[in-house]
């Protein structure tokens, strides 16, 4: 019986089987051409890979067990003991807590780039500087990096731009054909949708780099596994729908949002008064995507009563699934900067930041007026 299934099966085994050592042979001398073991590959993280390859415009990607993987994978496909790597100040809180914490273990050190500086480097780069590492439109202030100004930046001092497209998505950007070295992604958010899968996928845009973050995925012990993967294809098909879905909901969310007395600000690169309006624009294909950030009073209390009042807005400490979510950044994804640098950055207590659903959103509307009420 011949069976040839529209949909790629979940392989969900650990090993595959030879039936002789010429196979074993062909393994080893024909790279891609059957499977050993599923760390070392599987169909269904290849799947995924290559799909978001694909989208991304790359020459090659991994899938990992989480954006933190990705990020991990990324930055040592770029350095080794003793370099020393740049970093955008306007990062999400675990990129900045794996540079301070793990990777200077390794012997790998950091310096952050404030946003205003990105691009003149000069005073920060040393001589053993590798990379810098920046975000696509920043978590949680929502800034957005000019992502070719910033990759001319970078190749003029000999450095790798490695960016974190999570809050865009390749839909909105894609940072390779700007010039970046290495986009990456945490897969829990946008690209799976769903808020039912944790993975990441790095893309290089040259096959060295690729092959390097292929060889740590399966050193490290990286590799994403087989339902993981198929879920996260499974969300990745509607990525387009979605997307515009998001971007839509979001602007007029930040529109009601902006004219609010509650609320003393808006962080959304759609709204025509957001400082890098028309960089979005361009970048992003006249789509904003469905994050942004409100700052209401500084006051724990009132932030407390809007969480308690929004029952389309759950506080759930994650983003870009199709249902509405609020997080808290001071308490959650940059809970381990100094004072200082929350402070430096405008995390404060008042500051909620918004993933904007796909629900109706004359619903989102009005659940937003009775919370702030």
């Not at 001398?29 to 070392?40: D, I, T």
């Not at 990745?236 to 509650?262: D, I």
């Not at 029952?311 to 100094?338: C, E, I, K, M, W």
């Amino acid at each position: 019986m011949k069976i040839e299934p529209k949909i790629t099966p979940i392989y969900q085994t650990s090993v595959f089987k030879f039936d002789d050592l010429n196979e074993l042979e062909q393994y080893f001398g024909e790279p891609g051409s059957r499977y050993l073991y599923s760390r070392n590959g599987n169909p269904n993280s290849d799947e995924l890979a290559e799909a978001v390859n694909k989208l991304e415009g790359g020459a090659g990607a991994v899938a990992t067990g989480s954006g933190m993987a990705a990020i991990f994978a990324a930055i040592l496909a770029c350095c080794q003991a003793g370099d020393h790597v740049l970093c955008a100040a306007d990062i999400y809180g675990g990129s900045s807590s794996l540079l301070n914490t793990e990777l200077s273990r390794l012997g790998i050190t950091v310096t952050y780039v404030p946003f205003e500086q990105l691009y003149e480097l000069t005073d920060f780069v040393q001589p053993n500087t590798k990379l810098l590492l920046a975000e696509t439109i920043s978590n949680p202030l929502l800034r957005v990096a000019d992502l070719r100004r910033l990759a001319t930046e970078c190749h003029r001092h000999g450095l790798k731009l490695v960016v974190d497209n999570t809050f865009a998505s390749p839909v909105i950007t894609r940072p390779l054909e700007l010039g970046a070295d290495i986009s990456l992604h945490s897969v829990t958010k946008y690209i799976s949708g769903h808020s039912d899968v944790t993975a990441g996928v790095a893309v290089a845009a040259d096959e060295q780099t690729a092959a390097r973050l292929k060889q740590i995925g399966v050193l490290y012990g990286l590799t994403l596994s087989p339902m993981e993967s198929w879920l996260a294809v499974r969300g990745l098909k509607t990525l387009r729908l979605r997307m515009r879905e998001h971007s839509h909901n979001a602007l007029a969310v930040a529109e009601f949002l902006a004219q609010h007395p509650k609320v003393r600000q808006v962080y959304y690169p759609g709204l025509l008064d957001h400082p890098q309006h028309m960089l979005a624009m361009e970048q992003g294909a006249g789509l904003f995507g469905g994050m942004m950030s409100i700052l209401l009073e500084d006051d724990a209390e009132v932030v407390n009563e809007f969480m308690r009042r929004s029952q389309r807005f759950p506080f759930a400490p994650s983003l870009a699934g199709v249902d509405s979510s609020l997080s808290y950044p001071l308490g959650t994804s940059h809970r381990y900067l100094t004072p200082e640098q929350q402070q430096g950055l405008g995390i404060t207590v008042g500051l909620v930041r918004l993933s904007v659903g796909i629900e109706p959103i004359v619903d989102l509307l009005a659940d937003l007026e009775h919370a702030l009420d």
